[in-house]
């Protein structure tokens, strides 16, 4: 039940405004980020006696996260938001559970077959949003609705649904759709269109240089789409669009979030900022001014602030002198409570999570995304010559190299001794050598062994480059140079797969991906040896 909110004070009206970020951990022991992650004692302090409206949470497997949620829930007096930036799925984040490919590999269905893609775009919505209810997460920060036509974007990049307006807004509808089937939030982001940046707002402030013109051919179309669709939340960017504001970022933008996103789209559910943690905002903005110039700009929701006690009081304290009035929090919180009351709170568990992924609808739907995804460079002869040249070299001395570049092994989710893109070229006589290309030197790699090479490239944030590095193409171009490239795959970024083409001779066989995640890794291995 939620209280009557004129029977809650200010700081605990203010305090439902407020989103913290924690682990999907359970024990303090086990926090992966604490700069970001609190201590049990200080997240139960939040929610319990702060009273903040909502956690989003990050790592744990699927079913640690549902006796998780419960926890939460328990603490609190009021219904938490329970938020998770699922965009690929709730496997995204919380192991055990579904792991679809990036949004982008579904516009490369679509463009070949619109009712295919979108058929597996609302899918995805849909099994996203189960799965989410059945572990007690009850707001999908997804979908992304930024038309990244932008190759160079860090950030976005394979995120996104797509580089055009079209395919973008018609394949994020039907993520929305989907979800809708079951009682969860949405939002789309990052309004107003965080697709053409060549620069990742985790580390610093992008600057979008349109015209208003521009912005309405191309950039805010797919946010009119999704509000149509009845999205329940819009998730600011942390972008300076001087068209719109010369001197705000969006997310502290009244001209923006309220004259562009309230006023002129008509948007009456929830505003929320992106992580108010984020280089772009706190480089410039203090942990107590943001939150402040955030709720002026018109947002119902402050995400991830830097110290969720300082926000509330600083917001107290705006309000108590005169700055924000009592009624725009009033009108927040009741949008927060006409949020909280389309969704389902109750308990979680791990026997309804099984329940709600016991057919094989799931698996079949990311089995049938990653193959209409696939591309494949070089013949069917090549693939025949690689199978004869594994063959012939397995009955000499010369060994074969199966060599992994990642970005940051540390980091690496998909990546384990049981992954795919280890075993299934091991069980063939491979030997593996995984190399992380930010901290190894490439140049002292042994050479004369046939290898295959498979990358994982793809924007990140907090990364900074959506780009091939340095090291990464100098051992490419080294193994094509002394002829030890057997084979090629590369999981990411289509945009990086552009840049090798026209390196690669047409008998050197390569496989493409969207998906890094060890189902992707197994088809596109399986379909690189014909196995």
């Given amino acids: 039940m939620l209280p009557d909110i004129d029977k809650l004070s200010l700081a605990e009206q203010v305090a439902q405004m ?43 497997s699927a079913g640690e996260l549902a006796i998780r949620t419960q926890q939460l829930q328990k603490w609190a007096k009021t219904p938490l938001l329970i938020a998770a930036d699922i965009e690929e799925g709730v496997g995204q984040r919380f192991s055990g559970a579904t792991w679809f490919p990036p949004p982008m590999a579904l516009a490369s269905i679509f463009r070949k077959d619109q009712k295919l893609g979108l058929h597996y775009a609302e899918k995805m919505g849909a099994i996203t949003a189960q799965e989410a209810l059945a572990i007690g997460i009850n707001w999908v920060l997804a979908p992304v609705v930024d038309v990244n036509n932008n190759p160079d974007n860090p950030v976005i990049n394979v995120r996104a649904f797509g580089e055009t307006l079209d395919e973008v807004s018609q394949l994020t509808c039907a993520f929305i759709r989907g979800a809708k089937t079951y009682p969860v939030l949405t939002a789309a982001k990052h309004f107003p269109g965080h697709g053409d940046t060549a620069v990742d707002s985790h580390l610093d402030l992008p600057v979008i240089p349109h015209s208003l013109n521009r912005l309405a051919e191309v950039e805010l179309p797919p946010f009119t789409a999704a509000i149509d669709s009845g999205v329940d939340a819009v998730m600011s960017a942390h972008l300076l ?32 900022t992106d ?58 919180v009741e949008r927060i409570w006409q949020a909280k009351s389309k969704i389902s709170f109750e308990s979680a568990s791990t026997t309804s999570f099984i329940e709600s992924t016991a ?39 010369m060994n074969l190299y199966n060599r992994i570049i990642v970005d940051e092994t540390l980091s690496c989710n998909f990546l384990n001794k049981i992954a795919p893109a280890i075993t299934l070229p091991n069980q063939l006589g491979y030997q593996t050598q995984i190399i992380d290309y930010q901290t190894q030197n490439l140049s002292n790699l042994e050479v004369n ?15 900074g480059s959506a780009g091939l590095t340095q090291a990464a193409e100098s051992l490419f171009k080294k193994l094509l140079t002394t002829k030890d490239l057997q084979a090629f795959v590369l999981y990411g970024s289509p945009y990086i797969l552009q840049q090798f083409i026209p390196f690669l001779p047409t008998d050197i066989p390569g496989v493409f991906s969207y998906g890094q995640m060890p189902a992707a890794q197994d088809k596109a291995l399986r379909t690189l040896f014909g196995m």
């Fill in 449 to 463: 062994h046939p290898t295959l090479l498979q990358m994982f490239i793809r924007g990140n944030p907090f990364r």
């Fill in 275 to 332: 992580a108010l943690i984020m280089g772009a905002i706190t480089n410039r903005y203090g942990a107590s001014v943001a939150p402040v110039m955030a709720v002026e700009a018109g947002a119902d929701i402050l995400m991830m602030p830097v110290d969720p006690e300082e926000t509330i009081n600083a917001v107290c304290t705006a309000v108590e002198s005169g700055r924000i009035s009592h009624e725009r929090i009033r009108e927040s």
């Fill in 359 to 397: 057919g094989n609808d799931a698996i079949s739907t990311v089995s049938n995304i990653l193959q209409q995804s696939q591309i494949i460079h070089g013949s069917p002869f090549a693939l025949e010559q690689l199978i004869n040249a594994i063959k012939l070299h397995n009955t000499s001395d």
């Fill in 18 to 60: 407020v989103v913290v970020r924690a682990s999907g951990f359970l024990f303090d022991h086990q926090i992966q980020y604490p700069v970001w992650e609190p201590p049990a004692a200080t997240l139960q302090h939040w929610v319990q006696d702060l009273g903040v409206g909502g956690v989003i949470l990050l790592g744990a």
């Fill in 241 to 272: 669009i001087p068209s719109l504001d010369a001197e705000r970022p969006a997310t502290l933008s009244h001209k923006i979030l309220t004259g562009q996103l309230r006023q002129k789209l008509g948007f009456d559910g929830l505003i929320t």
